[in-house]
Structures are given as structure tokens and as C-alpha cells.
């Protein structure tokens, strides 16, 4: 069965546009084959720097034939006294069949003519040639551009195209006024070590008549190389290779044909904080950094992943350390300037930074900060040394961000900022919450661990997202410029991790209530707010904590919006009540109850008895009872009034599984009753019954929104 390849060869690409394309294909290109009736038995991707490559295995060598049922025009004008008229005769000529191939039918819409065809299939090289010119144009990717006088766009300039069906060219032609693209068999090798054209036979031998010039098509391979080469280079200079997994796989699309070249950096520079260090090589330089064996002491090595020929290594690693001895010397030179002056010094430059332009300036955000981070402290209860310790930090956390290092290396905000602190004699809780309110900085990272950082980070968080959510600049499809869904997960993972007993409702109430820049009203921003936090932990349990989705509804209230602001009220309890219910329903226990308190609730929903109330003495009249069943009910949920202001949910289950046979009885026992009684007191006495046990089911969740288990 046939291969077919196809290579891209442009000016050198962007990393990132590299794994894009190619994900772009993983996911177009069966989709594309599948639309034409192909099914190929493998498809390979590859990219370089300098190339996109597809080579698909095993296709077919032409299309399956296909029947196809194309509908004519109505009976009654094709055919009259049963002879064929001009339209059936016409419709008969279009399809390429005799009159008698066609077939009179009933339609809804009354009788049609029909042909039944069948379709002989395309070969596979004619079907090749007119598709693929769509799979290169119809890529997508930032900033692209056009070249030359055609209007072709491409993430760079395209140089050449190879288009072989096993051995045989396909006449591919990508055309832009002046511009012709014609592809042919011929590819170039690695632009130093093979800078010559390469011929390649056919589609098979892409991947080894390529290698013989010194390019490795296979991302994949290319990375473990050089994963391996620079694991080994570290250990030639007793260290081991600090390997970032975004700069490898970025480093992996700037090389072709990779070769570890390890540099080194005069020691003095390690007087500088590693942060920075690290940063320059990794952020700046695409170096892979080195520390011992035994720490994470940095050695004076680094190593790069040349592209260049490996018999110069020695140039090119004096060329490498010439660079990043004026990086470090620049790093130095910042940090020892900074340090001159104590990191509140630095407050009133905050002035002329702004945070957004409606919302003023940076120094003013820190001062929105201070005042939020004090209404958490209340809450929490906080006093003393911590809560003086909060104050500081809420006023110092963005201080940093007018230093002239944190100026040249934005991501280092925050760890700076600890830095500084602590050579300005602050207190420790201080530095280190500095750096720590900036965690966790995305999806999988490191959240802040003392209760001063906690407090901070929450606080700068939730200025953020009531100023900017205030302006009417709420996230909208993928468009969220402000990472404002980031900020609000961070808010909840934060409080969860912590156990940070906080009232989320009153704490956006109070803050809304003070702010003055606001262009919606209190109550439409409050209400925005409230539903964005719901959707950040319906997604948290789901997703994170892996609760099913009908548990979630149950305690976030589907249909009943107490549930959803109990959950904002207590975001420990929301989360301890989702994951309880995920527990007793893997266990069997919610099965045991589900159907008397489902049932229960059901039928309360008829009476009138307020959810709230649980004590049975002030709603039940014991007088009305006609069985023996109503008093056993009875005595039953006065049992469980010994629950009311626990948050035991577990002895709450099992109160509810020892009820269950009474309730049960009063259903359908011997002694059972008609609920829907003609005596309207004597039903509302019974709807209430239902309504207390309703109610104590309610403590844990909406049991309406919970689906019944197989």
C-alpha cells in the first residue's frame, strides 16, 4: 500500500509555531482523510526548525466506489401518462443513467424521482494533489506573514515543498501571483553541516535520507538526544542539569541536529541570587543551568544545545560565555543598586506604574490591598505579630516591581521583592510572604504555605478581580486578558489548602460595598461575582477532585440559590460535603438512604414548611395522628434533633439509614398512610413530617439533584 510525504521546508520557524502546526495536523489531518474514505494505517509527524513533515502509511490506491441516492424532481412533472418528460430525461442526462435506472418513490413532501448511483473512487495521487495545498494554507498561528509581491501567508518564508507518493512526484503547486511553489523530490540538509540539497528517493526513506544530512526529522527523538547529551555534559563537570520541561521541549525546535556544548561563567557571579542566574541562562539564553550533585547550589557551568557543527565546540562555547558574562554582569550590576536603598523606598515609584487605567496605579492597588488583606485578617481572626506581619507585606508585595531587575526580568517579581525585603531587615514572615503571594503562578504549581503569604496573595487576588470585573471587563469564550479565572481558582485552591475558614459572601460584600471605582452597580457586581467563584468550584470538584456532576448540583443547588450561597459562605463546607457525598456513594451508604429521603423530599415539596426549620415539636401536631406509624415518624425525627448545629455529616448518614425502615412503614408498611390525606390538616401535618426529613437531608445536599445509581 502506498506512503505518502509531504515536507514544508521554510526559513527558520518559530518554537512554538513548530508544535502548534504539527497539532494542528495531529487533529485536521484524519479527520480531512476520513471525509474522502480513507483510512491510512499510520501517520507520522515531524518537524524541525526549518521544515513540517506528514508521512502517512498505508493508503489506499484510490478511493472505495460509493453508492450515492441523488433525488430528481417531483413525479408529476417527470413523467405524464407515463411517459418520461423533458425534466426526467434532463435530470436522467445530468446524472449519467438511462430513464429506465430511474425510481418513482414516496416523500413526505410527496412522490419524487430517484436515481440510486454508485460512484467509482478517485485515485489516491489525483485526490492528494488537489487536497494538500488546503492542509499547508489552512494552518494557523500569530503573526503570520507575506513575503515577496504574492499574498501567501506562512509563520515564514517557504523555500520548498516534496511531495512524493512512494517513488513518484505529485504535481502539487502552491501559487501567489509572482510566487510558484512546485514540489519536487528535493530537500536541503542542516544548513552548516550539510548545506547542499538532498534528493530523496521516496516517501519511505524521508526519515534516513535526511538523518545522512544531518537533520533529525522526529521531535521526539531530537528531545531525548538532547535530554541524554546534556544529562551527560552535566556530569563530565560533577554536576547535574537543571532541566526546565518548557525549555527543552522550546530548545528541541530551535536544533536540527543537536550537540551539548558546555560553557562556563566566572564564580563570582554566583554571589548573585541563583533566581537570577538561572533566569538569564534559562529565560534569556536557552542555556540549561548546572548545580551539584548533593544541592541546588549552582556550579559555574551551563550548557547549550548547538546547532552548529560539534568539531567547533570549543568557539562556540567561547561565544556562549562572552554572552553571558555581560547578562550576568548586568544581573550583578542591578542587584547590588538595588540593594542600596530599603524596599519601601520604593513605594511612592509605584506612583507612576499603572495598574489599570480606570483603577489608578500600582501604590494605590497596594494600598487596596493593605485594606482587603485586613478584612480577611478579621475573619480569620488573626492578631498579633501575624497580623502586623500581613500589614507589611500587603503594603511592600509590589514594591519590587519598579527595581531595575525586576524592570529587565519581569518574571522575577516577588522573589526579588523577598530578597530585598530581607536585606532591608524586615521580618522574615514578610519576605517570604512577598514571594509567596504571587503563588500559585499557574495550573500544577506550588500554592503559599505561611498563613501571611496566604492572606496576601488572596487579597491582591480578589482586588484584581472586583476592580476589574467593576469595569464591566468580565472574561468572555477564551478572551480573559486579566487571567481573572486563574485568579479566582487560585482564591479557592488556596483556602481549601489552607483550611482558611473564610465567609467568601460577606468578604465580596464588604469589598464592594467600600470600593468607589465601580461602573456596574453593587448588586449587578456581586451577582457577577458570586456566579463567576460558583463556576471555579463546580470545575475545581469536577475536574480536580474528580466529584461526579450530579453530585456537585447537589451541593452547589441546581435549582436553589440558598445551596449556592451556603457554598460561598463556606468554602471548607462545600468541599468536605462534596467529597463526603462522593465517598458514601462509593461505599454504598447514600444508596441505603437515597430513595426514602428523595421520596420524602418530593412530596414536602407540596406542603408549605419552611427548609430551614428542623425541629418537628414546633410544626407537628401529634393530636392529628391516626397511625402508629405517624407517631414512630414522629419520635424518629425528634431523635435526630440532636444533630441541629453539628457538621458531622457521617453520623448524620447514619442517623438517616436508622430512620429509613420507619419512614419505610409509614410509606407502604401495614400501618401506613395516605399522605394526601382529604383532612387538610391532617396532610400538612403529614407534608411536614416529610418536610422535617427533608430538611435534615438538606444539611448535606439537594438530594433532588442527585441521580439515582444503577
Not at 500554592?447 to 464591566?472: E, Y
Amino acid at each position: 500500500m502506498p506512503s505518502f510525504l509531504l515536507e514544508v521546508g521554510t526559513e527558520e520557524l518559530p518554537a512554538s509555531f513548530v508544535d502548534e502546526a504539527l497539532n494542528q495536523w495531529r487533529s485536521r489531518l484524519p479527520k480531512l482523510l476520513a471525509e474522502l474514505s480513507l483510512t491510512p494505517e499510520k501517520i507520522e509527524y515531524y518537524g524541525t526548525p526549518r521544515r513540517l513533515a506528514v508521512l502517512i502509511k498505508g493508503l489506499p490506491s484510490q478511493q472505495p466506489d460509493q453508492d450515492e441516492e441523488v433525488k430528481g424532481p417531483p413525479a408529476k412533472a417527470a413523467f405524464k401518462d407515463g411517459q418520461p418528460t423533458k425534466a426526467a430525461e434532463g435530470f436522467a442526462q445530468k446524472q449519467g443513467v438511462s430513464i429506465d435506472a430511474l425510481e418513482i418513490r414516496p416523500t413526505d413532501k410527496g412522490e419524487f424521482v430517484f436515481v440510486q448511483k454508485r460512484i467509482k473512487g478517485r485515485a489516491i495521487a489525483d485526490l492528494l494533489t488537489e487536497q494538500i495545498p488546503q492542509w499547508i494554507t489552512g494552518l494557523d498561528g500569530k503573526r503570520f506573514m507575506r513575503w515577496s509581491d504574492g499574498d501567501l501567508k506562512f509563520s515564514r518564508p517557504i523555500r520548498w515543498l516534496v511531495a512524493l507518493l512512494d517513488q513518484d512526484v505529485l504535481p502539487i503547486d502552491l501559487v501567489s501571483h509572482s510566487i510558484s511553489y512546485r514540489a519536487n523530490r528535493i530537500s536541503w540538509g542542516h544548513r552548516v553541516l550539510h548545506p547542499d540539497p538532498v534528493s530523496i528517493p521516496n516517501a519511505d526513506a524521508y526519515i534516513n535520507t535526511l538523518s545522512a544530512a544531518y537533520v533529525d526529522v522526529d521531535p521526539e527523538h531530537r528531545k531525548a538526544t538532547i535530554e541524554q547529551q546534556v544529562r551527560d555534559a552535566a556530569n563530565q563537570v560533577g554536576g547535574v542539569a537543571i532541566i526546565n520541561r518548557d525549555l527543552l521541549q522550546e530548545v528541541t525546535n530551535l536544533v536540527e541536529y543537536p550537540s551539548a556544548v558546555v560553557g562556563k561563567f566566572d564564580a563570582k557571579f554566583l554571589e548573585i541570587p541563583s533566581e537570577v542566574v538561572t533566569t538569564e541562562m534559562e529565560s534569556h539564553q536557552r542555556y540549561f543551568p548546572v548545580c551539584q550533585k548533593d544541592s541546588n547550589q549552582l556550579l559555574p557551568y551551563f550548557i547549550t544545545a548547538s546547532n552548529g557543527d560539534p568539531k567547533k565546540a570549543d568557539i562556540i562555547a567561547a561565544g556562549n560565555e562572552r554572552v553571558i558574562r555581560a547578562r550576568l554582569s548586568d544581573g550583578k550590576f542591578f542587584f547590588d543598586i538595588d540593594r542600596k536603598a530599603p524596599l519601601e523606598s520604593y513605594l511612592p515609584k509605584l506612583e507612576t506604574v499603572t495598574f489599570q487605567a480606570d483603577l489608578g496605579s500600582m501604590r494605590a492597588k497596594a494600598d487596596r490591598i493593605v485594606a482587603i488583606a485586613a478584612q480577611i485578617a478579621t475573619q480569620l481572626n488573626i492578631t498579633g505579630d501575624p497580623l502586623t506581619h500581613i500589614q507589611r507585606a500587603a503594603l511592600l508585595c509590589k514594591a519590587d516591581l519598579v527595581t531595575q531587575m525586576v524592570g529587565e526580568f519581569p518574571e522575577l517579581q516577588g522573589i526579588m521583592g523577598e530578597k530585598y525585603a530581607r536585606s532591608s531587615g524586615e521580618p522574615e514572615a514578610v519576605a517570604v510572604a512577598i514571594a509567596e503571594h504571587y503563588l500559585p503562578k499557574g495550573a500544577g504549581d506550588v500554592l503559599p504555605q505561611s498563613l501571611v503569604g496566604q492572606v496576601v496573595g488572596l487579597a491582591d487576588r480578589l482586588d484584581t478581580l472586583i476592580g476589574i470585573f467593576g469595569l464591566g471587563l468580565i472574561p468572555s469564550g477564551s478572551s480573559d486578558p486579566f487571567a481573572l479565572r486563574r485568579a479566582a481558582t487560585a482564591i479557592v485552591n488556596i483556602t481549601w489548602a489552607a483550611n482558611l475558614n473564610i465567609n467568601l459572601n460577606a468578604l465580596l460584600d464588604a469589598i464592594v460595598t467600600s470600593s468607589t471605582q465601580l461602573k456596574l452597580t453593587p448588586e449587578d457586581l456581586l451577582k457577577q461575582l458570586k456566579e463567576f467563584f460558583l463556576q471555579r468550584v463546580e470545575t475545581l470538584l469536577r475536574e480536580d477532585r474528580n466529584i461526579d456532576y450530579d453530585l456537585v448540583n447537589a451541593v452547589l443547588g441546581e435549582n436553589d440559590r440558598t445551596y449556592a450561597e451556603r457554598a460561598l459562605s463556606d468554602l471548607l463546607d462545600v468541599r468536605d460535603r462534596a467529597s463526603f457525598l462522593q465517598t458514601i456513594r462509593n461505599d454504598g451508604r447514600l444508596s441505603a438512604i437515597y430513595e426514602t429521603v428523595n421520596r420524602a423530599s418530593r412530596l414536602a415539596a407540596q406542603g408549605s414548611l419552611d427548609t430551614q426549620q428542623l425541629d418537628p415539636t414546633v410544626v407537628i401536631r401529634p393530636d392529628l395522628f391516626q397511625k402508629n406509624s405517624e407517631k414512630a415518624f414522629y419520635d424518629a425525627l425528634q431523635s435526630l434533633q440532636t444533630m441541629q448545629g453539628q457538621a458531622d455529616y457521617s453520623k448524620l448518614i447514619t442517623a438517616l439509614s436508622q430512620i429509613a425502615p420507619t419512614v419505610s412503614t409509614f410509606f407502604d408498611g401495614e400501618d401506613s398512610v395516605l399522605v394526601m390525606d382529604n383532612d387538610p390538616d391532617i396532610k400538612q401535618n403529614r407534608l411536614n413530617l416529610l418536610g422535617i426529613l427533608r430538611n435534615y437531608g438538606r444539611v448535606l445536599a439537594d438530594f433532588g439533584a442527585i441521580a439515582k445509581q444503577a
